[in-house]
């Protein structure tokens, strides 16, 4: 996966390298400008039993600040940000792996630096008894629901959160 570039952030960043579940290294830049979910949008995507994403609807597209065609085929931590804890997505992939339906708070990481939280809801697809591929439903949550997380990412020590 590739890195960031200054020349796609907005304002001043701070740089961090994620270590990502199979795709390794990558450098994110990361500002404090919060973009605000829309009120009445759903953002949906989907993914390969790995999580390299096949479809995205247009708010994704709108939301992540990357174009279709940089989502299509990139793996779905391409929106992780560094104040996510790696043990919710270790949670996440234990859950869906199980063939059950998560649910969690994340806070996304847009191609511009900044960032949004949604109210995530990832679902195995099933065909034929096999799996292929994942679904993901993205809420606008609600602003205690985000305050709560916060808290809970800082005290799980995520590489973002300034001690």
Known sequence: ???????????????????????????????????????????VSRTDPTGLITQVNRSFVLMSGYDEEELIGSPHSILRHPDMPSPVFRDLWETIGRGQTWQGYVKNLRKDGGFYWVKATVIPNLRGGQLVGYTSVRRKPSRQMVQQAELLYRTMGAPGHRQ
């Open 1 to 43: 996966m590739q890195d960031m570039k200054p020349e796609d952030i907005v304002g001043e960043y701070r740089e961090y390298t994620l270590q990502l579940y199979g795709y390794g290294r990558r450098r994110v830049l990361v500002t404090d400008i919060e973009t605000p979910y829309p009120e009445g949008r759903l953002i």
